[in-house]
């Protein structure tokens, strides 16, 4: 009996949440190199520990085999430095089979990064791109004299989204004031925007985490996506701490998702939700517009746990609501080795419903066809883009 495991090797991904690679990839030492695998800020975790996760053995057997080596981390340094940035992203995004990606320009810095065209031409595959929220709500606040300035050009930049080029938004409100994003009192908001500005007045800059005002220009950007019917997508879950994780489950998405004006908008739960995955998988299976990422580059996890991720999101959810992604970012290796686990594991987990009698064989192979591919084609719209 041939397994269905390896059947998806053929299956080209739509890589439906990641970022681009850095245009320098050739000045790494080990220090350096180990930290891009870790979202700790601690030194020692950064430089020594995280080299003992099972991840990192992982990656480093996976890139031996790659480049015909030992798994010694200098000799794999030294022979991906012979190989400049844009030809070392073109050929793991061509081993891995990845027919398009949605990027999030947000991260890294696009004046160190490969632009969204090149990564796509590198890769031979297609690409769009996801405006990051935040960000854009803190160039807004900067350059708005007054809080009523600020909503109208919120409202317009946002509401010509998809005619301005993108596919969608992606927020990373779990990093900043949690994702229990609330109605507030406009006193509250005006009050957040006084202190934000005092901040841009001091600093010439903001970082937005003054909660009335985030959750109010969310709440813009949500009647924005509802009226296009863009994705948002939202950070949720395992991150560098800066998230706290105690304000990072999904379940604190209830007032949106219950929002009737926002039904036209998709809302892509990120990273599985972890460790949150059966919070998310339960969001996907009862509100109409909830979708649940299964990203296998980042977390940084084993391929037994993204098994159990892959097993909890298959167990409740619709098929027809789950999306395969790498989150790779900086080093393009996130975004193959994604790849390559993300289709073995799912094979796995469905090769587990054939033995369990819960899906025939034909509806597993197209069940891991959707998720690696479909799915993301459709709500990204890559057919209706050039
Ligand atoms: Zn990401």
């Given amino acids: 009996m041939g397994s269905l495991a390896s059947d998806l ?6 890589d439906n949440h990641c970022h681009s690679v850095e245009r320098d990839q050739d000045q790494v030492d080990v220090a350096t190199w180990r930290a891009y695998f870790t979202e700790s800020p601690d030194a020692q975790t950064r430089a020594v520990d995280v080299a003992s996760t099972a991840f990192y053995s992982r990656l480093t057997t996976e890139m031996a085999a790659f480049h015909e080596l030992a798994a010694d981390e200098e000799a794999l340094l030294a022979a991906r430095a012979e190989i400049d940035a ?3 992203t073109g050929r793991l995004l061509q081993d891995a089979g990845v ?46 004299a007054t809080y009523d300035d600020l909503v109208d050009a919120t409202r317009t930049l946002l509401g010509s989204a998809r005619a301005a080029g993108w596919s969608g938004f992606k ?4 990093y ?33 985490g003054h909660k009335p005002l985030l959750d109010t220009l969310l709440h813009l950007a949500f009647t924005a996506a509802a009226a296009q019917e863009l994705p948002v997508q939202v950070h949720v879950g395992y991150g560098d701490p800066d998230a706290d994780l105690r304000l990072a489950n999904p ?20 990273h599985g939700c972890w460790p949150y995955v059966r919070e998310g998988a339960y969001l996907a299976a009862v509100y109409g517009n909830a979708w649940l990422d299964l990203s296998y580059g980042i977390p940084f996890l084993s391929r037994g746990e993204m098994r159990q991720v892959t097993r909890a999101a298959l167990g409740a959810a619709p098929a ?67």
Avoid: K
């Fill in 320 to 386: 027809s609501r789950l999306m395969y992604s790498s989150d790779g970012a900086r080093v393009p290796e996130l975004h193959w080795m994604g790849a390559r686990d993300g289709r073995r594991l799912l094979g796995e987990a469905l090769d587990e419903l054939v033995t369990d009698g819960d899906l025939t064989g034909e509806q597993a192979r197209r069940t891991g066809e959707r998720i690696l591919r479909d799915n993301a084609w459709t709500l990204y719209g890559f057919d209706a883009h050039h």
């Fill in 9 to 14: 090797a053929d299956v080209p991904v739509v």
């Fill in 171 to 174: 927020s990373v409100v779990g």
């Fill in 86 to 88: 844009v030809s070392l």
């Fill in 251 to 270: 379940l604190l998405l209830r007032d949106v998702l219950e929002e009737r004006a926002y039904r036209g908008m998709p809302l892509v739960l990120l």
């Fill in 99 to 144: 027919a398009a990606l949605v990027v999030d320009t947000g991260f890294p810095d696009p004046a160190v990064a490969l632009g969204v065209d090149e990564l796509a031409a590198a890769g031979n595959c297609r690409a769009v791109s996801l405006l990051r929220l935040e960000l854009a709500f803190q160039e807004l606040v900067a350059a708005a």
């Fill in 176 to 208: 900043r004031t949690g994702l229990g994003v609330a109605r507030w009192d406009e006193d509250d908001v005006r009050a957040a925007f006084r202190a934000a500005r005092t901040e841009v007045e001091a600093t010439g800059a903001v970082r937005l």
